[in-house]
């Protein structure tokens, strides 16, 4: 990195080593009549009384600039001066940070995106992990440096999540550097542009030559316009994953916007990142996905029913029995207050009793009678020589009781391409690396596209006074705060209409609701999110 002084009068020079502005022994600066734009490199320092395009220019390239600065009388002016004379008009050194108009750029379009491997990463450390991860996995560059303010300093918070995020991706420990910004960087600008100029200088004079980008994304509005300020002339990036998924460029030049394209292309990966493990899912299973592939016919009856009278009743009505004949069997074999049974032993009981259980014939219209029949033959419903029925077993239970929905669901996100499609998940919330010792939440369907996430909570109750519903919508309040990240999406999939207070809550929840005759519009939904 050169340091360049540039003047055509000795009373300068001599003013300049007076000051310690340039040293005094000869061949440390570099001191010229004149100075082009191509003549400077970034890193370098421009000291002189320049015009202020050609000191824009200076600045869009990466060099920074100091303008000698004085008040010369009118008599004086055109005069060669003393260093004397100019202590007696107030000369100063002082630096100036240069920028041009948009419509008149100041440098040239970026020509060539740095190599794979290669450069620095500045990034300001948010709880956005996706807009911190995406440039990362894009470029692949050498090292990492993370700018942190105490907050995201906190364990859990966004240098924890981030550093493991990289980690998965492959980054070592000496890869990947916290630099811990002064807490009044979070709101004071000026300390905040200090900071950034001495991070950057650091950076410039340990990896000279090698390409340096800032991710201006995350960070508190006083600490993102610092680092745009003071690292003009190199490449600030802004990741816009909401806008088509782009890397869009804040420098001086005119690049297009990049592509981000898939980066984070499993469901795993993204919950990983965002500080959540899979324990199981249930479409990962081969005999699920059979089953849900000989059943998709009926799921597909049930679903376009949806929104009449007649279908809201039958829906109801599965429901109820379903669950007094869980119940029942549950009272019958474990009687009184004493051990409740494992999931194991309930799942065994179930399984074995369901089909020799008979409960009462299904009340439904008439218009309902070829669905019924429909149960029938797919095997979810039994009738012996008597007449009477029951349910097939525990698989037909769930199935009847809500969980068709989820996977017509399933089938129709399926259709729309997305990278990753997955029904029944269970999540844990990440502990240092670890998981917890029990599912924390199931998802009912989750898609990822272009690096953003879609949960679905598929139900089919009864939202009229539910007493759960509360519990619903927060839920999935939750899960998209944390799981889904700032630029995924949520929607409730009901089979039956919600209440008007159902509405309201999830309304201000953001939450997307299709609901009894709107289930025809998911796959609508779904492929207007993925932006095709």
Known sequence: MTIWFVTRHSG?????????????????ERIVDSIAACDVSVGDTVIGTL???LAAELCARGARYFHIAMSVPTGRRGQELTPDDMDVFGASCREFIIFACPDTPAAPAIAALPAAGTGSHVCLVSDQQMANLLPIL????????????????????GVDRLGRSLGHYGYGIGQVTPHEAPSECAADFHAARLFARQLREKLLQAHPGEPLTLNATGGTKALASAFFMEFQGLEILYTDTQGGGFIR??????AAPEPLGSLVTGIDDYLHCQGYRITRSASDGERWRESAEARRSVSERLAAGCGTNNMNNFIGELNRRAQHTEDSLLKTHFPGTGRRPSPDERNTLLEEQLPLTPIPALKHAAAL???????????????????AISFAGLDALRYLSGAWLEEWAWHVARECGADDCRCGVFVQMNKDGAAGDKDDNE??????????????????????????KQDILNKLDALGN???????????V??????????????????????????????????QWMGC
């Not at 001599?14 to 005094?24: C, D, L, N, Q, S």
Request: proline letters at 4%; hydrophobic letters at 45%.
């Open 494 to 527: 009901s089979a039956r209409p919600l209440d008007d207070d159902g509405r309201r809550r999830a309304g201000n929840y953001g939450v997307k609701v299709l609901e009894a005759a709107g289930l025809s519009g998911l796959k609508r939904e779904i492929i």
């Open 51 to 53: 015009p202020v395009h």
């Open 443 to 468: 998802l009912d369907l989750v898609l990822l596209h272009h690096n953003r996430l879609l949960i679905a909570e598929c139900k089919t109750i009864n939202w009229q006074g539910a007493a759960g």
């Open 12 to 28: 300068a020079i001599a003013w300049a080593h007076r000051h310690g502005v340039v040293a005094a022994e000869e061949g440390v």
């Open 482 to 492: 944390h799981a889904r990240g700032l630029f995924g999406r949520t929607l409730l």
């Open 138 to 157: 894009k470029r692949r560059p050498a090292r990492i440096e993370l700018v942190c303010t105490p907050e995201m300093l906190q364990d859990g918070r």
């Open 369 to 387: 009678a070829p669905l019924v029949a429909s149960l029938f033959d797919a095997g979810l419903l039994l009738r012996d020589e008597s007449g």
């Open 249 to 254: 460029h804040m420098d001086g030049g005119a």
